[in-house]
């Protein structure tokens, strides 16, 4: 019956992001060892501290191996075939947005992201990475009349060296696991954030990742640090061209909240996730991790997975300061070939601390998700609190869903709460919406925002809308 | 405005509808009764264009189109409604924005404007007040948790929000109380109209006291084998489903 075709041509919108920028780069060539760092180091002109460092990541990183665990499959990396640096190459120092290549503008343009500073979303500050360097970042100047920093991490890095010297690698060292060791050695750039004491920084802050080199791994990192009752949003959007080979992305983002400072940390992951057959595709290895080191600090990750092969990626909360606060809202999608294996560790340190994970995840097509969370209690932290809320949604027969929690107590003050459900689309659903008008698109979409919800509630406004349909056009053609 | 000649069905191989002949004019009210599994529903359902079920022979028209080869959503724009014998739960999605999508596509397809949120909350207004359709089912999730009763109900207020051409009505009785019986049926009077036409599918001749049909016809083992006017309903209730299989036996 014609609903059929509906459903089967529902499938294949292409992917929106996947064109490619054709513009100069410095590109190092493909392959990794000590003096390829140091040619890295020297071309962000590094102090010598920050290579050392990134030389004591890759020998740790070579004693490393690759992490087995996961839910997720994919052929052997070849390290050594990698690109580790690729720069759009600037025609001179770049003084004002006026002197960014019109080429990248445009690719920011064409990606909705307006790094024209007169047409920007309202109360957003962009800072834009553009394969492994970052390009513009808007709103500087109004930032640091607050005495907020907001830039490139490698500007962090010559202009307020001891920032970063104290920070870098506090949250996840480089010995943390595998893709952070491999990080820390090679990373180009990324966002570097710094909000002062008692500042409530006034608008959304925004990094926008773009991959478009050709066989480069992108390894950025992000640096955010909140001062003693500072606040701060922060949005991080990603996509990449469409291409047949795998592409890894291996990022590390590092917060710290101190005393009474909130951190909100939302991302809208759009990296290419291959084709329906499983060819190409970002294989996105990220470590993701904050740090409430202070008292009464709260740090909130939402994230809205929809693109990449893999994903593997577990944003976590350390409890350290009493009565601290963490938070985990995930949407995760998988359709086609796509496989996730994401959650959450919330790691209970100090007294009457409080974390919430609440996890969506949606399997299409022969995608599979996997939800991996760890809520772990020390001994010291009497009065912890956690709730956890994992809802899995699957659509069609072929998909997966696999949910692993795992909890460790040490402490019997603590309350533990883990709630799960597994839910299908059924055709039954789809046709009772095509009964009252609704088209099979139409119908999926608000079964799946409908499901949601309380996530997409997380996010600031705009991108809530955003997310939404990037799930929509993710999901086309799962039904059926 | 709705033509069935020889429809014959089949699910997984086996023969459900052997030939089913049937015609509504524009205003009419039909009853359908017939035994458990005589394949009413499964009428109903082809009528609204439910996946699996194999159409072996016959056609079907409605106002001079050929129903069988729209989409579901493509015959509810053109004003068919069905009332589910099972309405489906839809968690997560709440029943105000559902009708309201609903109602937008048809309008939509109609070339009319979409209702604003203020017209769509006048409206709604006014329709659950006809079925006494308590106002926090709208909030909640379509269907989901309803009782039965609730969600008969809410079809029917459903049909009077999206107000269609043909309304197929699959045992809306059954599951309702006395009070809902009435109150759903005065629902539907409401809504008769020399424009609009009924296919009320029924085991009980006690909604057609209330909702009086034109025609009632008798569905067995997938065919039409008899038709008469509402008094059928009496004899039907009064002597059981063998009198009609021995009458049919002797034609
Ligand atoms: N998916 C299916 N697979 C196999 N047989 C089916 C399927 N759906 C319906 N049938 C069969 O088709 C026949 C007709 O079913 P249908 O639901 O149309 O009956 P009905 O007249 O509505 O009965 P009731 O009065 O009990 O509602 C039944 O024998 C039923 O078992
Ligand atoms: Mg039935």
Same mark, same amino acid.
């Given at each position: 019956m014609a609903s059929a075709n509906t459903f089967e041509e529902f499938t294949q919108q292409e992917y929106k992001y996947g064109f490619v920028t054709d513009i100069e780069a410095?590109? %190092?060539?493909?392959? +990794?060892? =000590?003096?390829?760092?140091? !040619?890295? $180091? &020297?071309?962000?002109?590094?102090?010598?501290? *920050?290579?050392?460092?990134?030389?004591?990541?890759?020998?740790?990183?070579?004693?490393?191996?690759?992490?087995?665990?996961?839910?997720?499959?994919?052929?052997?990396?070849?390290?050594?075939?990698?690109?580790?640096?690729?720069?759009?190459?600037?025609?001179? %120092?770049?003084?004002? +947005?006026? =002197?960014?290549?019109?080429? !990248?503008? $445009? &690719?920011?343009?064409?990606?909705?992201?307006? *790094?024209?500073?007169?047409?920007?979303?309202?109360?957003?500050?962009?800072?834009?990475?553009?394969?492994?360097?970052?390009?513009?970042?808007?709103?500087?100047?109004?930032?640091?009349?607050?005495?907020i920093i907001f830039c490139s991490f490698s500007e962090a890095v010559q202009n307020h060296p001891e920032l970063v010297r104290q920070y870098l690698g506090s949250v996840v060292p480089y010995t943390d696991n595998y893709f952070a060791a491999l990080n820390s050695a090679v990373f180009s750039d990324g966002s570097f954030c710094y909000i002062p004491k008692g500042v409530r920084c006034p608008m959304e802050l925004s990094t926008y990742f773009r991959i478009n080199a050709e066989n480069t791994g992108q390894f950025e990192r992000t640096l955010l640090i909140a001062d003693e009752g500072g606040y701060?949003?922060?949005?991080?959007?990603?996509?990449?061209?469409?291409?047949d080979e795998n592409q890894l992305h291996a990022a590390v983002v590092e917060l710290v909240a101190l005393n009474h400072a909130q951190i909100k940390y939302s991302t809208v992951q759009n990296w290419y996730p291959g084709d329906k057959d499983g060819v190409g595709g970002i294989y996105n290895f990220v470590t993701k991790r904050g740090k409430c080191a202070g008292e009464g600090s709260k740090i909130s990750w939402t994230q809205v997975e929809t693109g990449s092969a893999i994903t593997w990626k577990y944003p976590s909360c350390i409890l350290q300061g009493d009565n601290s606060v963490g938070e985990f809202y995930s949407v995760a999608v998988v359709n086609n070939m796509q496989q996730a294996d994401t959650g959450t560790k919330m790691i209970h340190v100090g007294k009457n601390t409080k974390s919430t994970i609440v996890s969506k995840g949606i399997s299409a097509g022969r995608g599979q998700n996997t939800y991996r969370g760890l809520v772990k209690v020390l001994k010291n932290a009497e009065g912890a609190r956690n709730f956890s809320q994992c809802d899995s949604l699957l659509i069609g027969d072929r998909c997966g869903a696999h949910t692993f929690p795992y909890i460790e107590v040490r402490n019997n003050t603590a309350t533990v709460e883990h709630e799960a459900s597994t839910s299908k689309i059924g055709e039954d659903q789809v046709f009772y919406c095509n009964q009252r008008g609704l088209s099979t698109e139409d119908a999926v979409n608000m079964i799946v925002n409908g499901f949601c919800k309380e996530v997409f509630r997380e996010l600031p406004m705009e991108f809530a809308v955003e997310a939404q349909k990037l799930l929509g056009i993710s999901l086309e053609g799962s039904v059926g | 405005m709705l033509e069935i000649k020889n429809l014959h069905a089949k699910i997984d191989n086996n023969e459900i509808l052997k030939g089913v002949n049937l015609r509504i004019n524009k205003g009419e009210v039909h009853a359908i009764m017939g035994p458990n599994g005589s394949g009413k529903s499964t009428l109903a359902n082809i009528l609204a264009g439910r996946e699996g079920y194999e159409i072996t022979e016959g056609e079907v028209f409605y106002n001079g189109e050929n129903l069988l080869e729209l989409s579901p959503e493509e015959r509810a724009w053109r004003g068919i409604f069905l009332a589910f014998q099972y309405p489906i739960e839809?968690?997560?999605?709440?029943?105000?924005?559902?009708?309201?999508?609903?109602?937008?596509?048809?309008?939509?397809?109609?070339?009319?404007?979409?209702?604003?949120?203020?017209?769509?909350?006048?409206?709604?207004?006014?329709?659950?007040?006809?079925?006494?359709?308590?106002?926090?089912?709208?909030?909640?999730?379509?269907?989901?948790?309803?009782?039965?009763?609730?969600?008969?109900?809410?079809?029917?207020?459903?049909?009077?929000?999206?107000?269609?051409?043909?309304?197929?009505?699959?045992?809306?009785?059954?599951?309702?109380?006395?009070?809902?019986?009435?109150?759903?049926?005065?629902?539907?009077?409401?809504?008769?109209?020399?424009?609009?036409?009924?296919?009320?599918?029924?085991?009980?001749?006690?909604?057609?006291?209330?909702?009086?049909?034109?025609?009632?016809?008798?569905?067995?083992?997938?065919?039409?084998?008899?038709?008469?006017?509402?008094?059928?309903?009496?004899?039907?209730?009064?002597?059981?489903?063998?009198?009609?299989?021995?009458?049919?036996?002797?034609?």
């Open positions: 410095d590109t %190092v060539p493909p392959g +990794l060892n =000590e003096d390829v760092i140091r !040619l890295i $180091s &020297t071309k962000k002109n590094e102090p010598e501290w *920050l290579l050392k460092w990134r030389l004591r990541a890759y020998r740790k990183w070579l004693t490393m191996e690759e992490p087995t665990w996961h839910n997720v499959h994919y052929p052997p990396i070849n390290y050594q075939d990698i690109i580790y640096y690729s720069a759009p190459k600037p025609k001179k %120092v770049l003084q004002s +947005l006026d =002197e960014v290549d019109p080429e !990248l503008l $445009s &690719t920011f343009e064409k990606l909705g992201i307006s *790094l024209d500073e007169q047409k920007r979303l309202t109360g957003v500050a962009v800072d834009a990475v553009f394969d492994s360097v970052s390009v513009a970042t808007t709103f500087k100047e109004k930032l640091s009349e607050l005495g701060v949003s922060y949005l991080e959007g990603c996509t990449a061209p469409m291409r | 839809i968690p997560g999605v709440s029943n105000t924005y559902f009708l309201k999508t609903a109602l937008n596509s048809i309008r939509k397809y109609r070339e009319e404007p979409p209702l604003d949120a203020l017209d769509f909350l006048a409206l709604v207004k006014e329709k659950a007040r006809l079925v006494e359709l308590d106002q926090t089912l709208m909030n909640r999730p379509v269907n989901d948790g309803f009782s039965g009763g609730e969600k008969k109900r809410n079809e029917i207020f459903q049909m009077a929000v999206l107000s269609p051409q043909l309304g197929i009505l699959d045992e809306t009785d059954s599951g309702l109380d006395i009070d809902a019986l009435r109150i759903v049926a005065n629902g539907v009077n409401a809504l008769r109209s020399p424009e609009r036409s009924f296919i009320v599918v029924t085991h009980y001749q006690r909604l057609l006291n209330y909702i009086v049909p034109d025609y009632v016809h008798v569905l067995v083992d997938g065919r039409i084998v008899m038709s008469g006017e509402k008094d059928l309903a009496f004899q039907l209730e009064e002597k059981g489903y063998s009198w009609v299989e021995n009458q049919d036996a002797l034609v």
